[in-house]
């Protein structure tokens, strides 16, 4: 496809259809994505409407048999010198009179087969498209070569066909480079697999893997499926899921992603999910789909496309009335192009997303990308999200004569046979802290409030206020409870010996991070929550932010709707399953480490790969600087359109000259959206 015209014209030819609910085509990535009843149409039907329209549908195989190199820098280069060299003799030639000296020179039919060879590529399209009644940016300059060739300019009509070579040339590099990210994330996706069957290894296509079968992975060999470890240590890169640098160690139990590649050891893979079902496949869907979903500017500049060619041809049509020169006519249509105004938001959006998904941020469409932009309230989740959403132990207070180690020996070893995560908390606590831990002779989980248990001959009773509330009111657990921590009681026969006191571990980037959002421009920073109004407070107080406490799903999704009533575009990060339906609703919803999660991936408008709070403040800049490429790649085009139409139809732009300016959008916009292929990163590098 030429042009945003094109991809009108095919999405139009789509939508008739009956039984197509909707449809999008994308001129930036050449793909349609179509909604539709298969009982009433079928890709047969869609095929032939697209064919109908001009075009046709290229099927994944075809397109990997038939890929085609990518354009080269250095031949853009040449070209770019080439096409200078010839802008510089012609204007020279225009200046000193040689034009009209080559005109009389070289004989019309060896101008017409060098105009004929030249265009073909561009004629043959604009033909195909009148032939179904369609108008493209290349008609008018196609117009505008036989208006120079008319009128005898054979010298003109040559250099503007050459110049719509070089500028097509230009179009399809912009649009690759664009692609680059989305393309070379593509192809980290694996080819082969090693997998066991009747009790030997068989080397097979990746495609044809089934869920259940045992896949062997070998030092330097790319995992190529979502699995379960159940044999073997590797060091897996997991950067093409999470676009995390450090690897990770892996061994039995532990779960691994296609497309990341095992550096060091060899492991055996139960296979879990393949192909596009696997967290890859699902990533490279989302990011090749995320382009349709049109940014509010990009309709914008969508419908204005829609309006531009026919303005054009009135101002030619004026141009000829008024001064009665076919030349400034012919000028006047080669130097519109709509193409760069169809470009110029796709190609920002399509390297922004990219490059995002690189860094394990995954946009599922541009109009997030730019609500993003323009948010001004983030509403944070706790658990999962500020909090790592596991309970460890934060203060040992020894009581009654009893040393630090001995109250901790004493709690983890009544707590020894407790499967509570408050358990686990204390004796990860005292492992850690290579504190032994007894066999209590007598083990009695209370439900809801704690143990009691024998040890060492004497009975330990372990709980909260609930179960012991006369040790409750002991100062330090008023003092624990108003930091937000949770009390454990711990009494010895009948004496209260030590409080120990557990809470949710925050992230400890998260206050720098939340810092960085708010030099972004987000000034209002709410904790929205279920637990207690205590806990929320000591937690918000901390990070310097509003709270909300002691929430419902439901209260969520209503205080989400009341700053959108004010007008105030809301961002909501939660884990991507209970805060679902928040999610759903804010403008933006962001998940937490959403690597291998299903409901988080589908809840969410962008997920955050790996559990990293940088990738917030990151994916804010992205978002910023985007819309900020946007704006200022649509006002180059405008500015500079506007200025060449007047030039040219006051005839101070002759066409050969129109012809080799019309290209310069496209370059300005490539160089300012390529910018985007590099987001960087907001916080510093790892030690």
Not at 150 to 169: E, H, L
Not at 619 to 632: N, P, Q
Request: proline share 5%; charged share 20%; aromatic share 4%.
């Amino acid at each position: 496809m030429d042009c945003a015209d094109c991809s009108l014209h095919v999405q139009r030819a789509i939508a008739a259809l009956p039984g197509v609910d909707s449809v999008a085509v994308s001129l930036a990535t050449e793909k349609a994505i179509i909604r539709h009843d298969p009982n009433r149409v079928g890709m047969d039907a869609i095929r032939k409407a697209v064919r109908g329209s001009g075009y046709e549908v290229v099927s994944p195989e075809t397109l990997r048999s038939t890929a085609q190199p990518r354009t080269s820098p250095r031949a853009l280069l040449v070209l770019g010198i080439i096409a200078g060299v010839v802008l510089l003799t012609v204007a020279a030639g225009e200046w000193l009179g040689w034009v009209d000296d080559i005109n009389a020179w070289v004989p019309w039919p060896v101008a017409l087969v060098l105009i004929v060879i030249g265009g073909i590529p561009v004629f043959r399209n604009v033909v195909r498209a009148a032939i179904h009644g369609q108008v493209l940016a290349h008609t008018l300059m196609t117009v505008g070569v036989i208006a120079a060739a008319a009128v005898g300019q054979w010298a003109s009509a040559v250099v503007v066909v050459f110049f719509m070579r070089v500028g097509a040339y230009i179009e399809r590099f912009t649009t690759e480079r664009a692609r680059r990210a989305v393309q070379d994330l593509a192809e980290l996706a694996p080819q082969m697999a090693r997998v066991e069957r009747d009790g030997t290894e068989h080397e097979i296509p990746a495609g044809e893997v089934r869920v259940g079968d045992v896949v062997v992975v070998r030092p330097g060999e790319i995992i190529p499926v979502d699995g379960q470890v159940i044999d073997g240590q590797a060091t897996v890169d997991q950067a093409s899921i999470t676009g995390e640098s450090m690897p990770v160690e892996v061994g039995p139990g532990a779960g691994v992603f296609a497309a990341t590649g095992a550096r060091l050891g060899s492991i055996r893979v139960r296979t879990e999910h393949t192909g596009e079902d696997s967290t890859f496949g699902r990533i490279i869907k989302l990011v090749e789909e995320a382009e349709i979903h049109r940014a509010k500017v990009q309709r914008v500049a969508d419908r204005f496309t829609g309006y531009y060619l026919p303005v054009i041809a009135a101002i030619a049509a004026l141009t000829f009335l008024v001064r009665r020169d076919p030349l400034a006519t012919a000028a006047v249509l080669v130097v519109a192009c709509s193409c760069s105004f169809a470009l110029a938001t796709p190609i920002a959006m399509v390297a922004s997303m990219g490059a995002a998904a690189k860094r394990g941020l995954i946009f599922k469409g541009s109009k997030y990308l730019e609500a993003l932009a323009r948010a001004d309230v983030l509403l944070v989740d706790k658990t999962g999200t500020l909090t790592f959403g596991r309970p460890v132990l934060t203060d040992v207070i020894p009581l009654d004569g009893m040393s630090a180690e001995d109250a901790l020996a004493l709690a983890a070893s009544a707590e020894r046979y407790s499967e509570h995560p408050v358990a686990e908390a204390v004796r990860k606590a005292a492992t850690d802290q290579h504190v032994a831990i007894e066999a209590p002779r007598r083990f009695e989980a209370i439900p809801g409030l704690g143990v009691r248990a024998q040890v060492n001959g004497r009975v330990v009773t372990i709980g909260n206020r609930r179960l012991l509330p006369a040790e409750a009111e002991h100062p330090a657990v008023r003092q624990l409870e108003a930091e937000g921590k949770t009390p454990i009681l711990v009494v010895e026969d009948d004496r209260l010996v030590a409080v120990l006191a557990v809470a949710d571990e925050s992230r400890p980037e998260v206050p720098a991070a939340l810092a960085a959002v708010r030099n972004l421009g987000v000034r209002h920073i709410e904790l929205l929550t279920g637990d207690s109004e205590r806990t929320a407070s000591a937690l918000a107080h901390e990070l310097g932010i509003a709270f909300r406490a002691e929430l419902m799903p439901e209260d969520k999704i209503e205080i989400v709707k009341a700053f959108q009533r004010e007008g105030r575009t809301v961002v909501m990060i939660g884990d991507g399953v209970n805060d679902a339906p928040a999610l759903a609703q804010a403008d933006v919803g962001i998940a937490m480490g959403a690597a291998g999660s299903d409901v988080a991936i589908e809840a969410a408008h962008i997920t955050l790969m790996r559990e990293d709070w940088w990738l917030v403040p990151l994916a804010f800049r992205i978002a910023r600087r985007t819309l900020s490429v946007v704006k200022l790649n649509i006002g180059f085009t405008t500015v500079y359109n506007a200025v060449g139409l007047s030039l040219a139809a006051l005839g101070i732009i002759p066409p050969i000259l129109a012809a080799a300016v019309q290209s310069v959008p496209d370059v300005g916009i490539l160089v300012n959206s390529s910018r985007l292929l590099r987001p960087g990163r907001l916080h510093p590098p790892s030690s």
